[in-house]
């Protein structure tokens, strides 16, 4: 398999946020587009909890990548103008450093020893990286949901690192109720027997707990409204069905099947576990004296584009507006679309025509 | 400890919707008020998915019922004038016979050869014991959540046999976001190791899955607005802590814990798979030549009342407002009332200030 990864090597030890440190470290990230000669024209990706750094198809990796109707030559993050860099997080186990990977403190791998990671430790490898290539301030820092809460960690820690941000469906701190979805998640994967304490293997696999959590995420991500549209009462064929009493009778029964299936053996559950309540403890209020608001007003960006979906359940619109107000009362000249697209939070990866218009627009403008 | 139940016996065989019957089948039920002479006043109350009949305290049964606040003497629900009934469902285990039963035909319980149980069987059952009651015509059928579907289930098979209809945060069909929400409930059982088919007893019970299930549950019964202002960031006490690392930490973690603990051994598994899946098998259209609308129109009350709530995701507002719309189409007068209660599909239970008064105000109006 073709492979455009590249790798930084993070500062060792890489001390962390809660008091752990990493030694030995490593991100894993892509890059599209050409740095210019005054390293200006940088755009930073950080992703929501799953993708890896592959966002769009390039030379190394002709594959299609999780953004790839908007990032690249001519499209709305046009990789003809931009050096665009899309890193996989830390903690993740797409390439980066994770639970999965060999503590070489004991030559085993990390799994539950693997230190408490933040979105600030996530952040803090990620702008490591920029630094390591030589640019001291992005163009732009852009963050999707879980990467829109590192980007706000990011810029807490490093005011005025970047010059512009877009932000995107996203939170300046975890409220109750996404808490609550991502708990109950983790307790889905640890209380799978073959979770064992965070230590399975290929043959012991804690399949059922990642496939209620990976469930329980998309139901989350999309919008009741989109799937009255899409699978109303549309039960499966016959032959689609197997003879359990309970087993699957609808179509949006199989869909949510077809996602789990392809995510619980591609996604490391302890990895799952670490980002998860990474998330959860994410405040940006601790940056700005208990002060979410207080604390925006402090990330010193030019200008910002902040983008929010009305049927987005698990980060909802009001929480995009406070981010976008909170950016302006620091100064920044900011742009604030609310979109009323009906896949709920993952319609940014879905509603590419109207995402991509209003990043386009942005970038457009100087 | 005190009972106020009364047993009513069904027909025998019970023939139900599906083809299976049941033998010497009883539905438990309770009672507050006077039949009068006419035997014209009657209110049937239908419930969600949990509640026992138990819908408020009585001379034999003191403590306080499920809907307390809404039931008795100068309440909004007036024992002093009307003559109440609370059925428990079919295929409950507050009583009524279910899957935890003894199957009369094997002598042993039921479990996964009860048989399959829909919306329109619970409904039917609970005509059965008005008529046995002699009552013929009930001045007003009243159901909440799954009981609203189970009451529009009665109304499409017995048109006519309510003067008036009260229907409470319910659905006319269920729509794919609450099936995907139920059947990952329903998996969240299944995959309980202790599930074991339905061959579970007290020593070795489903207790993860139903934890799961129930907090999946009580997440989509509220609201994440509500949550905002009750819950917030609040963490957990240290010692209300464990040392396990993806342990508890907020508060709102600790809240859907309390409320799984009272669930999970108060009620049996398979009796919650089978009334789970009647809920997604519900489609009133079925009863209309594959029109909801048609259905509704054909139910034949003179009024009815449909509250709804806006911050329900579980049970929408629009579909309130077909209901209400379909009964109007059908000649009905209806009052339509959109709550903004902050409780989600629980504010019934909860905001019982505003429900009570549009409903005092409904049975009021002659």
Redesign the interface.
């Known amino acids: 398999m073709s492979d455009a990864r590249r790798w930084f090597e993070l500062p060792s030890p890489f001390r962390m946020k809660r008091g752990g440190e990493l030694a030995g470290a490593r991100l894993a990230y892509e890059t599209w587009g050409e740095l210019d000669a005054a390293r200006g024209n940088a755009i930073v990706i950080l992703t929501g909890l799953s993708p890896s750094a592959h966002a769009a198809s390039n030379a190394e990796d002709p594959s299609p990548g999780w953004w790839e109707d908007i990032v690249g030559p001519g499209k709305a993050i046009d990789t003809n103008r931009w050096f665009v860099i899309c890193v996989n997080t830390l903690g993740s186990c797409k390439g980066s450093t994770g639970p999965a990977d060999v503590n070489p403190a004991s030559g085993e791998p990390y799994r539950?020893v693997f230190p408490?990671l933040t979105l600030e430790d996530a952040a803090n490898a990620a702008y490591e990286l920029v630094r390591g290539l030589g640019i001291k301030r992005l163009a732009c820092l852009l963050g999707n949901s879980m990467g829109g809460m590192t980007a706000l960690a990011w810029l807490a820690q490093h005011p005025g690192s970047a010059r512009t941000h877009v932000s995107i469906s996203t939170a300046p701190?975890?409220?109750?109720?996404?808490?609550?979805?991502r708990?109950?998640q983790?307790?889905?994967i640890?209380?799978d027997?073959n979770w064992n304490n965070g230590r399975y293997d290929d043959e012991r696999y804690p399949e059922?707990g990642m496939?209620?959590a990976r469930?329980?995420g998309v139901?989350t991500y999309r919008?009741?409204m989109e799937?009255?549209g899409?699978?109303?009462?549309i039960r499966l064929d016959s032959d689609q069905r197997d003879d359990d009493?309970?087993g699957?009778?609808?179509?949006?029964?199989s869909y949510?099947a077809g996602h789990a299936r392809r995510f619980v053996r591609g996604f490391d559950p302890n990895s799952y576990?670490y980002l998860s309540?990474a998330s959860?403890w994410f405040?940006l209020a601790e940056h700005g004296g208990g002060s979410v608001d207080a604390a925006l007003a402090r990330l010193d960006v030019e200008r910002a584009l902040v983008i929010g979906v009305e049927t987005d359940?698990l980060f909802?619109l009001t929480q995009q507006q406070q981010i976008a107000d909170g950016l302006r009362a620091g100064g920044a000249e900011v742009d604030f679309v609310a979109l009323d697209s009906p896949q709920g939070h993952d319609a940014f990866l879905v509603d590419t025509a109207r995402f991509g218009a209003a990043i386009a627009g942005f970038l457009a403008a100087r």
């Open positions: 539950l408490d701190q975890a409220q109750p109720f996404a808490i609550a979805i708990s109950l983790r307790e889905a640890r209380l027997p059922a496939s209620i469930k329980l139901i919008s009741a799937w009255v899409r699978f109303a009462r009493p309970f699957f009778e609808f179509q949006v029964e949510l576990l309540r959860d405040d359940i909802p």
